[in-house]
């Protein structure tokens, strides 16, 4: 079954501007995981963020967690052609499942 | 380097011969999982491992088997492929499957399995 679902599916936007996805579940988390992947390449892990946290930042990234809502969001300032990618949520429960979205595909030109 | 080592990189095989996909981390992490990531559908889990001997259905475990007989090593079997496993597969490793410590996956480069 999924539980994270991005959206949009795909974002097109130019370099220096600001990159927004959504990830949204159904279930009680333990903590909720933002992924990158390159070209169909193993995934690369972003950012974590606690079930007790509402926004974490790290470097251009910043991700927010409504629980209430169970949404998050990731925010990529400034963008690059380099961070042309797919970006998945994935979600940790108790049971020690993770189940990942159908993700977001990414693409900032030049 | 700290590293999920998965191997073939690449598979075209026949339906019905029994195939393994051997999965390797030397970061001395309790926690192993398998994925297989379909167009549209995202990664979806097969099978997990908390420790050695402690392996768990994931959602989509039929056809497949696992096995956990040392921690660095978490092998993906297929008794009996068929077309409809044609997917990429990934294994990933954790210190604690994401739940306690709070710690992200490192994954393999992939494994693209085709059967004909």
């Known amino acids: 079954s999924q539980q994270g679902e991005e959206d949009p599916q795909a974002l097109s936007i130019q370099e220096g501007e600001n990159a927004t996805m959504n990830c949204s579940y159904k279930t009680s988390i333990n903590n909720l995981q933002w992924y990158r992947q390159n070209s169909g390449r193993g995934l690369v892990h972003l950012i974590l963020?606690?079930?007790?946290?509402r926004e974490k930042h790290s470097g251009r990234l910043r991700v927010t967690l409504d629980t209430s809502k169970k949404s998050s969001s990731l925010l990529i300032t400034a963008s690059r052609a380099a961070d042309t990618a797919s970006y998945f949520c994935?979600?940790?429960?108790?049971?020690?499942?993770?189940?990942f979205g159908a993700g977001t595909r990414l693409f900032v030109k030049a | 380097e700290a590293q999920v080592t998965q191997n073939p990189r690449y598979l075209i095989t026949v339906t019905g011969k029994k195939l393994t996909v051997t999965c390797s981390q030397n970061m001395n992490h309790e926690y192993m999982s398998w994925y297989r990531q379909d167009p549209g559908l995202g990664l979806r889990q097969i099978y997990y491992s908390m420790n050695v001997e402690v392996t768990d259905k994931g959602d989509v475990p039929e056809g497949y088997k696992v096995s956990r007989k040392e921690k660095r090593n978490f092998p993906l079997i297929l008794e009996s492929p068929s077309p409809n496993q044609t997917s990429l597969y990934f294994c990933a490793s954790s210190p604690d499957g994401g739940s306690l410590g709070g710690y992200g996956y490192t994954f393999g480069s992939g494994t693209r399995l085709t059967v004909v």
């Open positions: 994935a979600t940790v429960t108790g049971g020690f499942k993770t189940i």
């Open positions: 963020i606690r079930s007790n946290e």
